[in-house]
């Protein structure tokens, strides 16, 4: 799992363009919208094609990114649990 | 107020290497990439805005000549009336890219949303809080007296107090940026000719 939470953080980093952020500077439970990483709907709309191309998982109702894309936690354990690739 | 007492209040060039403002060289660099160049003016000018690293290139160019000549401006009712040749096609070729892969085609929401030239002007808006009117213009060339005429009108019809305009222009590693502002008082007359000679200057 750690190994995945290192993976999700540098694909966010590279994929969100996320300038002068590195790796270490994200906690696991981190919030990754408002007042943590300061990501926007764009970036959640991202995030969304990151886990459709990346592990195969496709969000059926976006509504859903709310609680998976809380943090680096909730985005490993949802894409642990639910990937297809 | 008459047209002909319309002023060019200050102007900026970002081309070659170089962003001036009222005809000083305020920063150079010798990056022959357009993205290392432009994210070196970012730093020189101490602008502290994280979302410049996600916009487009065209976004970026445009971002740095409005905050070079917006900065240290109170004002808030300025229109914004820009034009370029290439339109946002360096991002549409992105995007049809991303749409086109044989193996798995994935569009990306952060590409797509640059595939309109006057987003750059949205974020000109944001970052400065501008509410004004704005209109984007696709021309062959620059063409300062259609820019000027419509922004006599918005000045005329107090719609604006001030008009950023200009040429704002990016395509496959080549940039060209040369915006000015129109207002009541400023450096230099209003016209045409005056513009012209503004834009070529090297």
Redesign the interface.
Known sequence: MSELKLELKEKIIEQ?????VSVDEIADNDPLFGEGL?L?S??A??LI?ML??DYGIKLADPKEGRKIFESIDTMAAYIAANRSN | MSSADYKIKSYCHIRDGKVSKNGEVLFSDSSEEFSAFIKATYKHFETDYSKFFKMDNLSKLAFMGAEVLLRDTDEKNIALILSNRASSLDTDRKHQAAISKQSGAFASPAVFVYTLPNICMGEISIRHELYSENSFFIFAEFKPHLLSDYANDLLETEKANEVLCGWVDYDKGKYDAFLYVIAKKGLLPLDTGELTKLYRTK
């Open positions: 969100l363009n996320l300038e002068d300061g926007d764009i970036d709309l991202e094609v459709d191309k």
